[in-house]
Structures are given as C-alpha cells and as structure tokens.
C-alpha cells in the first residue's frame, strides 16, 4: 500500500475515535444517573410525591444527573460532531 | 422559600458536573475544534463565573458561623477570578496559557479553605469526610492545572482536570446536613436528618 494513502487514513481514523468517545459522555451520565436512582430509590422524591417540599420536589440528584447528561447529548453534541467532522475533511485535504 | 442547605450543594453538584462534562468533551476533541462555535468556547468559563456569582448569596443566607462565612465568601472569590481569568483567555484578551496559574491558585485556596473551615475530623460526620475530602481533590487538582500551564494540549491532563470536576460533584451530591460517614457519626454532631 502507498504510504501516502495511510498516511491519508490516518487523521479520519482519530476524528472517529474523537467522535465516539465524545459521543459516549452523554450516555454514560444518563446510566449513572439511573444506575444511582435504582440503587438509593429514597432520593427519587417524585416516586413518593405526598408530603414532599418544593425543594425536596424539584432538587432530585439522581434526576438531575440524568438531566445534565441529556443536556449535553442533545444541545452540546450535535454541533460539536458537525464541528469534528468538518475539521477531519480539513486535516484530510490538507494532507 | 429557602432551600434547605444540602439541597444547595447538590444545586452546585449540578454546575460542576456540567463544567465535568464540557471538560471532557474539550479534552478528546481538542480545544481548536471545541472553540469553532463562540458559545460552547464561553460555555464552561460562564458557568465557573456565574457559580462564583451564585456562592455570594449563599455565603449571606446560608452560613451560620463566621468561619463558614469566610470560607464561602473566599470560594465565590476565587470561582469568580477563575472564571473572569479563562472568560478573558477565550475572549483572547489574555493571550499567555500562564494565566491558567490563576485557575491553579483558585483551586489551592479554595482547598485551603476547605480544610481550614473544617475544625473536625475526617469521620465526625459525613460534611466533615466530604469537607477534608474536596479539601486534599483541590489540591491535587491545582498541581494537575500546574501540569496543563507546562503541557497545554496533553490529553491526560485535560481528562483529570474534567475528572476533577466530575469527582467535586459526586462529592457534593453525597452531602447531607447531618449523616454518617462510612457508619461512623460522632454522638456529639446530633440526630440524622432523612
């Protein structure tokens, strides 16, 4: 194979690396959450409402985690994939 | 209307998980490729800043001891300067990646003051763990921001210092107004709250 081929590959293969370990981020977040709220179901208050605050309703840390890790997979990530993507075709050109 | 003081520290988890999680994502796509849109280059900077705003208010309301006071006031100082420090770096009006110094120096006092405040020990009770915990994470963060000033683009320091955040997170999320730690709790710090 021509060196300047792999040479060629090379910059697509990292961005794909790039964008899956990125991609991972929001899920994970989201697992952790839910993982936590399987195992201490106590500190899910909207699972036994009555009697509750307001702020005991609406600060739920399981949930919360579970929020900042959809918030990142849906408004971080897309753009930042775009952004990866069209900076490996600009590494690739360049090359 | 107040909110019962854990509650603010998990309000404050939230933030730092948010700061965790753009750091990570900064750290495996690269800062060139994270700063091509100008919100998501201002995005972590902004919340630093606006938790260091957010603490003064919670120096005035929720302290209840001069001590704990100073320790608040000195954690809004210093999210603030950080934040105003790496807002100034992304806006290009600093240029030098030794400012990041500043962000080192934040965290080193902001765990000084953690172990300072703190007057007991590490299994009093569970804010007591947590408070000589987050003290001796802060110290290590700021050698690690030492190592990220003399090697800018490494990866490996780019991941600790977002774990770092991840980390002050779960540790504040594990906060309780009155708790255990590990079985241990002093007869002296009172009943357990829920």
């Known amino acids: ?95 | 209307m107040q909110p019962p003081s854990e509650h603010v520290h998990w309000m404050f988890a939230t933030g730092f998980l948010v700061l965790g999680l753009c750091q990570f994502g900064e750290a495996i796509v690269g800062t060139e490729v994270w700063r091509r849109r100008a919100w998501r280059a201002y995005l972590w900077p902004s919340v630093f800043f606006l938790m260091g705003v957010l603490m003064w208010p919670v120096m005035t309301f929720f302290t209840n001891s001069t001590i704990h006071m100073l320790a608040h006031g000195t954690w809004a100082e210093v999210l603030m300067i950080a934040g105003a420090t790496e807002l100034a770096l992304v806006r290009g009006k600093l240029s030098s990646p030794w400012w990041r110094l500043m962000t080192a120096l934040a965290f080193a006092v902001s765990g000084s003051a953690f172990l300072i405040h703190e007057q007991n020990g590490w299994f009093f009770q569970r804010s007591s763990f947590l408070h000589h915990a987050m003290g001796w994470t802060l110290f290590g963060a700021a050698i690690v921001l030492l190592a990220r000033c003399i090697r800018p683009r490494s990866v490996a320091t780019g991941l600790a210092f977002a774990l770092t955040f991840v980390v002050i997170a779960v540790m504040l999320y594990c906060d309780r107004d009155l708790a255990p730690v590990f079985g241990h709790l002093s007869p002296i710090a009172g009943a357990p709250h829920r």
Do not use: C, K
């Not at chain 1, 021509?2 to 981020?25: D, F, G, K």
């Not at chain 1, 989201?30 to 009555?50: C, E, F, K, S």
């Open chain 1, 1 to 95: 194979m021509n060196a300047e081929l792999v040479s060629e590959l090379e910059a697509p293969r990292h961005r794909t690396w790039q964008a899956r370990a990125v991609s991972t981020i929001g899920p994970v977040t989201v697992l952790a959450g839910t993982v936590w709220a399987l195992l201490q179901p106590y500190r899910v208050t909207l699972l036994h409402p009555h009697g509750q605050g307001f702020w005991w309703l609406v600060v739920e840390p399981p949930l919360l985690v579970m929020a900042v890790g959809l918030l990142f997979h849906l408004v971080v990530l897309p753009g930042l994939l775009e952004d990866l993507e069209e900076a490996g075709s600009s590494d690739a050109a360049t090359l």
